[in-house]
């Protein structure tokens, strides 16, 4: 009977697909960036509940480091956020175990449009960000490999 509940909840999308929970650092020489510079490296802690991805990250790159923090909403609702400066508003839903996220991003007065699809692989220690970004220099394809710490966040 529990195996029927739970089967029912997932095919109509009560539950989430994947824990993304965890602290991640990105993989450079898995990742690939596309026409974008690469960071030196990045970190970030995700935390998962039933309706909300709270992430914080460490990025640094050329100019230095620099932190962030955004909530997703996963029950669909739009989230507005500040990430790294810029206003970024998004909406996610699953497709499967993998999580979707639409998300509307001003840089310098222009409009980035990105798709990001998450994906957990090898037992959940390797997460795939797979992301299209929409710019007015045109269409940027990037893959972000992160592996997952030990240690819980």
Partial sequence: ???????????????PAADF?????LVLEKS???????????????????SQLAVSSTLV???GESQSQYTLDLTGKETENTVRG???????????????????TTVQGMEIKTVDEW??????????IFRTAVTPNGEIE????YEKSLAKP
């Fill in 61 to 63: 790159d050329a100019r």
């Fill in 1 to 15: 009977m529990w195996t029927r509940l739970v089967l029912c909840a997932f095919v109509l999308g009560l539950l």
């Fill in 142 to 145: 990037q893959r972000y490999v």
């Fill in 86 to 104: 810029n206003r970024s508003v998004s909406v996610t839903s699953w497709r499967g175990p993998a999580l979707h996220i639409k998300a509307k």
């Fill in 32 to 50: 690939d960036f596309g026409r974008a510079n690469p960071p030196k490296s990045m970190t970030m802690t995700v935390r998962q509940s039933p």
């Fill in 119 to 128: 994906q957990l692989d090898s037992g959940g220690r390797i997460l795939t």
């Fill in 21 to 25: 929970s965890g602290t991640w650092a």
